[in-house]
């Protein structure tokens, strides 16, 4: 299948008289990546209402006693969370994959590296940063005190794209196999425990009254990390994918 | 760089899978008497004549299995990553055998580390399972070597299998100073490392050193094991070589 769509090929085409500088391709990739998503309204959604539902199934599935629900409350949303994101890495190169536009950005001359961290933070803005916007209504559906709230939102705004990066891994490694979704739950899930524990650790320090920062600053390493690492691995599991 | 080798020669004599399956068939037995020397002494000593713990009795016996086992756990973790970056970085078919070999004696190593610890967390602890730090990180190590062999398998063409999983493992190499120093990073049930080169042993030498004897004794039995899966994978892949055909002929007599 031959994409003939103009817009879609715009930000890819790779004129040898326009300079493409690193910030151009960077910000061309965002650019992409969002108007391909706003188009696919639904694969937007899809991972907000996952979140809420997971979120409903603990007081239907464990208890609706509102003290029990507040104990469980930053482990339940950093949980959901975490599944919403990995619901949408999937799609994350799949579909460029498959109508071979991810070829064209391998052989581009551009470094890969810059438009994968543009893939990526067009995926973190489409998923976890919706995610923590939602989180204070799932906050307060569960009874978490509202001392835990500021907590919660800034140990998801600095630890979703971490959770964004490490699964862009696990996306691109299983982009060229059939059945890639449950093997990236598989190989990305123990590498996102880190950031699940530092998380909620971060909202339970912030519902007892205890410092934060220490556990924030720990998820800001482990993003800065996965910032500088990350892109590089899944530069290189894309061009091992795709040429396999 | 042109007419200058940057490697040693056995490094690129490593490369070519009939040298490697010829020297792992000269190394094999040496090792393998090592290891049931090693193994079987340490045994009998660690468990029937090593003086039992001051607080913990002996319930503390199966420190001469848990230790081991924890630490080869994950030295074949760094191995497997270290044998898969050489495989990635000068293409070795060799080096990506190596990493596959390793994946499922890792994971192997790992459970019985997680058993033995559980065998040894009921008499201290009173429960089989805590969750605490270094038990956790260590069940990560396990499904780390899940993902891996699960990726393995997944992918049908050997050498992209190879590739991707060796990224895999080098991005979970992340996990294994977490493991090493989860027990002094959180201050959690689990009792401090054993072992440190730096420092001098706080127990009686009657108890470190079979100890010692039985993770060497590890090693080497982990060294027969890798030989073994590597001299298996090596025949399966080489299957239709000329050197190949001629062994079994040879064998056959």
Redesign the interface.
């Known amino acids: 299948m031959i994409d003939t769509n103009p817009q879609r090929l715009a930000a890819l085409q790779t004129d040898s008289e326009t300079d493409y500088s690193l910030a151009k391709i960077f910000f061309a990739t965002l650019k992409r990546e969002m108007q391909l998503a706003l188009r696919r309204r639904s694969d937007l959604v899809n991972p907000l209402i996952f979140f809420l539902m997971v979120a409903t199934l603990f007081p239907l599935g464990v208890s609706p006693e509102p003290t029990l629900l507040a104990i469980l409350a930053p482990g339940v949303v950093w949980v959901a969370a975490l599944l919403a994101t990995l619901l949408a890495m999937d799609s994350l190169f799949r579909s460029d994959f498959e109508d071979g536009s991810l070829e064209q950005i391998l052989l581009s001359p551009q470094p890969l590296f810059v438009v994968v961290l543009g893939k990526v933070l067009a995926h973190w803005m489409m998923t976890g940063l919706p995610l923590t916007l939602m989180a204070p209504l799932l906050g307060v559906m569960l009874f978490l005190p509202a001392e835990g709230m500021q907590g919660l939102m800034l140990s998801l705004l600095i630890g979703t794209p971490t959770l964004s990066l490490v699964g862009a891994i696990g996306a691109a490694l299983t982009v060229a196999l059939r059945k890639g979704g449950v093997l990236i739950s598989l190989l990305v899930l123990p590498l996102y425990i880190p950031v699940l524990i530092f998380g909620t650790a971060a909202v339970e320090a912030a519902l007892t009254g205890l410092p934060v920062g220490g556990h924030l600053a720990l998820l800001g390493a482990l993003l800065a990390l996965g910032l500088a690492l990350a892109p590089l691995a899944i530069a290189a599991a894309l061009r091992i994918s795709v040429s396999g | 760089m042109a007419g200058k080798n940057l490697m040693p020669r056995w490094f690129y004599q490593l490369a070519s899978p009939r040298w490697c399956y010829q020297i792992t068939g000269k190394l094999l037995p040496g090792f393998a008497i090592a290891a049931v020397i090693l193994i079987v002494g340490g045994v009998i000593w660690g468990l029937a004549f090593a003086p039992p713990d001051y607080q913990q009795g002996n319930s503390f016996r199966i420190i001469y299995l848990h230790v081991p086992t924890a630490y080869m756990a994950q030295s074949t973790y760094m191995t497997m990553a270290i044998a898969g970056a050489i495989g ?1 970085i000068w293409k070795m078919k060799v080096a990506d055998m190596v990493a596959k070999s390793c994946a499922p004696i890792g994971a192997s190593l790992a459970v019985l580390a997680l058993i033995t610890g559980a065998i040894w967390g009921k008499p201290t602890w009173g429960s089989w399972w805590v969750w605490d730090a270094r038990l ?1 990180s260590m069940l ?1 190590l396990l ?2 070597y ?2 891996v062999m ?2 393995n398998s ?2 049908e ?1 050997e ?2 299998a190879a ?2 999983t060796a ?2 493992a ?3 190499l ?2 294994i100073p ?1 493991i090493k120093y989860s027990v002094d990073w959180w201050n959690t049930l689990h009792q401090p490392a054993t072992f440190s080169i730096t420092e001098k042993p706080a127990m009686q030498a009657e108890m470190w050193v079979p100890l010692l004897i039985l993770v060497i004794g590890f090693y080497c039995f982990f060294a027969v094991v890798l030989m073994m899966r590597l001299r298996n994978e090596i025949i399966r892949r080489e299957r239709r070589t000329g050197w190949v055909r001629e062994l079994l002929l040879q064998q056959r007599g």
């Open positions: 990635l956790t990560i499904f780390l899940l993902g699960a990726l997944a992918i063409s050498s992209t590739q991707s990224v895999l080098l991005v979970g992340v996990n977490i």
